[in-house]
């Protein structure tokens, strides 16, 4: 990759981690409504008519299921891990590090670790992650906290912690 085109994507991956993170900071400072649901940087696991998680689990694996309801918009954590994605139903437009892409189901994509969305929802949509369980963990707090970071900061400490 030539010089000017790297600087010109860590330029746009630094901006948009920066809108994302004045978005979720200024959706935190809200009361949470029909508009708004936040857990104070925490997973949301249900917001009534607007998206609904679904959880599987078998040997070695923790498959998360979003039901997203026409017009829905939500923002993911840092995933920690790699993993498989699959859109099962529905178009949803994706940004990430500042990139939009529109996908139409079915589709199947790869999250690289240290990945954070943006997801816009055109119709109703069914989205499905499929993440490693090696622990064989139930509980979806551990879940979360084995797979996502809900900080920049916390995702270079896991990094560094684990190399």
């Known amino acids: 990759m030539n010089l000017i085109k ?42 009534k008519g607007v ?27 840092i995933h920690k891990r790699d993993h498989v994605w699959f859109l099962m139903a529905g178009s949803l437009t994706i940004v990430t590090k500042g990139i939009a892409e529109h996908y139409i189901a079915p589709y199947m994509g790869f999250s690289k670790s240290g990945t ?11 989205f499905q992650n499929v993440f490693q369980n090696p622990l064989g963990l139930t509980d979806l707090d551990e879940l979360e906290d084995f797979n996502y970071s809900y900080t920049k900061n916390d995702y270079t400490n896991f990094i560094r912690n684990n190399k």
């Open 51 to 77: 998206f609904k998680l679904t959880h599987d689990f078998t040997d070695g694996l923790y498959l998360r299921r979003m039901k997203l309801a026409e017009d829905a918009a939500v923002v993911s954590a």
């Open 116 to 126: 954070q969305r943006a997801i816009y929802a055109h119709e109703d949509s069914i």
């Open 6 to 47: 790297s600087i010109k994507n860590k330029i746009i991956a630094y901006s948009f981690e920066k809108k994302i993170n004045n978005l979720l900071e200024n959706a935190y400072s809200k009361e949470i409504t029909e508009k708004v649901v936040h857990n104070n940087g925490r997973a949301v696991r249900e917001f």
